[in-house]
């Protein structure tokens, strides 16, 4: 068999690719939790968001982790917008529109990057691309070591911001029990003055 | 009753004369007119005819050589190069006076896109038979070749393989079917050769190798083929490892050559793959004595080691390439790198190619193509080849060469009289 630090390795690397499509889950799961969208297109978002970091990176040349911040409020924006403008008024409340408008979408997004950006395989290149960090006998990919800690920093962020503040405790209210908001929306209405 | 339509009144004979004595009248006129015409016209082309055909203006039919590339899909990249050194060896014919053994006749390209599958090559090898081309020189992939050149061989139409390696092309007995570069037994036999003399040189350093290769038909025969021969030769094998085109992650791999440290690695996968194993092993600290690559993607491609330099610098390859010492490629070198293209084996290759095709139709004005190439001895082509001689279609003076990247550029490495540096071997130590 192999060597015991090969096979550390191996598992680590798994560990670390893990964290990041883990994250990438979490905001399918968050979407479909409180808004019951089964949101189709979360891939295609992501692949615009990865284009937008590309693009940002090969022209103005910007390094790919100060674009974070700027993209997640861009996204953030084209999220709002997709819900408000396409998928609310398309889908009229049916859950299963929902599945078919978001589908529709991920559909246009994807041929639409198609079109822009053909079919060859992009990367991005940074200093630190192929650096390692030494651990022991162990060689681990720095860019898959900053992706693991975003991951789990992002994750970490998420839960404190669903248990511990107002604005999460109303999101886990309307996940839990549609209902029961609409009905405190009537009274709340009905009660002011 | 309906009512019905009334009888057409006769024409009476004066009004039928009538018209008839102005019709005449004009026909005179133009009676007149036209014996002018035709005495000065009769006069004008005898005289014409009796001149020299220079004088005459007259130009010859173009003849139509028809080049199949994939310049859509997958292959586009290769493709369009295929295509343009192909455009840029037919306009110096036509500036050189075209072919002068059929009247200064310019030869017109009929290009067809083979969109990087079979069916689409044969489909547009139809179409240059209905344009009636003399000739078709391309294909670039075996498995579009391979069609391509049985369709031709139904009318008897000749067909210039430019890349494609795989053996059965030439060995199914078309009289139609030739090739200019090596084939996949001249390939391996040279790869194994210079393999054994390097070591040798050397003092024999290198034993264990593992072998990494693209998981398709071509990776896998030509592992099957080094597996088999190599350890002939005193040579162990320890791994053989399958990648998939296209991979996104070799850590893995690089993780197992690690474990492993074989002296030597052969990779004969596509570019990207190529590159990223190369980045991964550099990353991984992975040094094996050298990477000895075959008609690798990347291994001699210009855009791997100016992109990545210290991941490229040592890997050898041994694949097409050009005459380093043969001045006509620095020409072309210059042109294709003006319009903003690496110049890649696949540039001289097809010029080569058209050239010899034309020198065949200069060498007996209009006739047999396929019996004019196949007795060919074309010297002036831009390859590192020995004198051409075809055999049942293929060139028996073809031979790819060893590469190294040394110092940021690809040197030729053997054989001797093609070289432009010494190999350093082992590359790292």
């Known amino acids: ?193 | 009753m309906a009512k019905r339509k009334p009888k057409p009144k006769p024409k009476s004979k004066c009004s039928k004369r009538r018209p008839k004595t102005k019709r005449r009248n004009d026909k005179t006129r133009i009676d007149i007119t036209r014996r002018k015409a035709l005495r000065t016209g009769t006069a004008a082309a005898a005289a014409t005819l009796a001149a020299p055909s220079v004088l005459w203006g007259a130009k010859p039919d173009p003849v139509k050589l028809g080049i199949l590339q994939p310049v859509t899909g997958a292959l586009a990249q290769d493709g369009q190069f295929g295509r343009k050194s192909a455009e840029m060896a037919i306009a110096d014919i036509n500036v050189a006076g075209g072919i002068k053994s059929m009247d200064g006749a310019k030869i017109e390209m009929v290009f067809g896109d083979a969109r990087s599958n079979p069916e689409a090559g044969v489909q547009e090898v139809e179409t240059m038979q209905s344009e009636d081309v003399a000739a078709i020189v391309g294909g670039f992939t075996s498995p579009i070749c391979l069609a391509a050149s049985q369709v031709a061989a139904r009318y008897d139409l000749a067909y210039m393989v430019d890349v494609g390696v795989s053996d059965s092309i030439t060995s199914r007995g078309l009289a139609n079917t030739f090739r200019f570069a090596p084939g996949f037994s001249i390939c391996t036999k040279i790869v194994i050769e210079n393999l054994v003399k390097l070591n040798e040189a050397a003092g024999n350093p290198a034993r264990t190798i593992a072998l990494v290769h693209e998981d398709g038909l071509f990776g896998t025969g030509l592992s099957d083929l080094m597996e088999k021969q190599l350890p002939e030769f005193g040579f162990e094998i320890v791994e053989r490892i399958a990648v998939p085109t296209p991979s996104r992650d070799l850590s893995n791999v690089a993780l197992r050559l690690r474990s492993l440290n074989p002296d030597l690695i052969i990779p004969s996968t596509c570019y990207g793959e190529t590159v990223l194993l190369a980045r991964t092993m550099q990353q991984q600290r992975v040094r094996p004595m050298a990477v000895y690559a075959v008609l690798n993607g990347a291994a001699s491609n210009r855009r791997f080691v100016d992109e990545f330099p210290e991941a490229a610098e040592g890997i050898m390859d041994v694949n097409h390439w050009y005459d380093p010492l043969n001045e006509k490629n620095a020409g072309l070198i210059e042109r294709s790198e003006a319009d903003g293209r690496i110049y890649a084996f696949n540039t001289p290759l097809n010029y080569s190619n058209v050239m010899l095709v034309a020198d065949a139709m200069e060498r007996a004005g209009s006739a047999d193509r396929a019996g004019l190439i196949a007795a060919s001895t074309f010297k002036d082509h831009l390859m590192t080849y020995g004198p051409t001689k075809f055999e049942g279609g293929q060139n028996t003076g073809a031979a790819p060469v060893s590469t190294q990247m040394q110092e940021v550029e690809i040197k030729v490495v053997r054989p001797e009289e093609f070289a432009n540096a010494k190999a350093k071997f082992p590359a790292n130590t």
């Not at chain 1, 939790?33 to 022209?59: D, R």
């Not at chain 1, 162990?138 to 911001?161: D, E």
């Not at chain 1, 029961?180 to 009905?190: E, F, H, K, S």
């Open chain 1, 1 to 193: 068999m192999y060597p015991v630090p090969i096979v550390a390795e191996a598992m680590i690397n798994g560990l670390l690719t893990g964290a990041v499509y883990a994250l990438v889950a979490l905001g399918l799961t968050l979407v479909y939790g409180v808004l019951h969208i089964i949101n189709f297109a979360h891939g295609a978002f992501l692949t615009m968001a990865m284009f937008a970091v590309w693009l940002g990176n090969s022209v103005p040349g910007i390094d790919p982790y100060l674009m974070i911040v700027p993209l997640a409020l861009v996204f953030f924006a084209i999220g709002y917008g997709a819900q408000r403008l396409i998928i609310g008024p398309a889908s009229h409340g049916d859950d299963g529109n929902i599945l078919l408008v978001t589908l529709g979408l991920s559909i246009v997004i994807e041929n639409l990057l198609l079109a822009v950006f053909q079919s060859d395989t992009r990367s991005i290149s940074t200093d630190i691309s192929f650096q390692v960090v030494e651990v022991g006998p162990l060689l681990l990919s720095k860019a898959r070591l900053y992706g693991f800690v975003g991951a789990v920093v992002v994750t970490a962020l998420l839960w404190l911001l669903l248990s511990r503040s107002d604005t999460g405790k109303a999101i886990r209210a309307v996940a839990k029990e549609k209902m029961g908001r609409a009905w405190l929306a009537l009274t709340c209405a009905t009660s002011l003055p």
